[in-house]
């Protein structure tokens, strides 16, 4: 089981971007998803997470009301809809599933991890 992100990129301040998480071959919706982001000399930060059934999701204060996230499980994909983006959200980001427990923001809780896509937001 591989989790793959894809749709980091550069952006300029107050720009868009959609990340995607999938899981190639294999049914996605068993799983809570979570979002992370990671930059050199920091911690991983958790931003989002969304249920397995996408009926809960939770956001970091530091992207509430301009992250989304949300999933489709008929196509086993997760999305994470960023706008309004700011040059401190730039950062490598990961997806990763939990099956145990409820979704949160605290790596702890995830044992399948991607292997991150970069996101880039110049001033």
């Known amino acids: 089981l591989t989790f793959v992100e894809s749709g980091g990129g550069l952006v300029h301040s107050g720009g868009s971007l959609r990340l995607t998480c999938t899981t190639p071959g294999y049914p996605l919706n068993y799983y809570y998803i979570g979002w992370f982001r990671q930059v050199p000399g920091k911690e991983r930060e958790g931003i989002s997470c969304?249920?397995?059934?996408?009926?809960?999701?939770e956001y970091a204060d530091s992207v509430l009301g301009r992250f989304t996230v949300s999933r489709d499980n008929d196509n086993h994909v997760v999305y994470l809809q960023m706008n309004n983006l700011k040059p401190d959200d730039s950062g490598i980001y990961y997806c990763?599933?939990?099956?145990?427990?409820?979704?949160?923001?605290?790596?702890?809780?995830?044992?399948?991890w991607g292997q991150g896509t970069q996101v880039t937001v110049s001033p």
């Open positions: 969304i249920s397995a059934s996408g009926d809960r999701t």
């Open positions: 990763a599933g939990g099956m145990i427990g409820r979704c949160g923001l605290e790596s702890s809780g995830y044992r399948r």
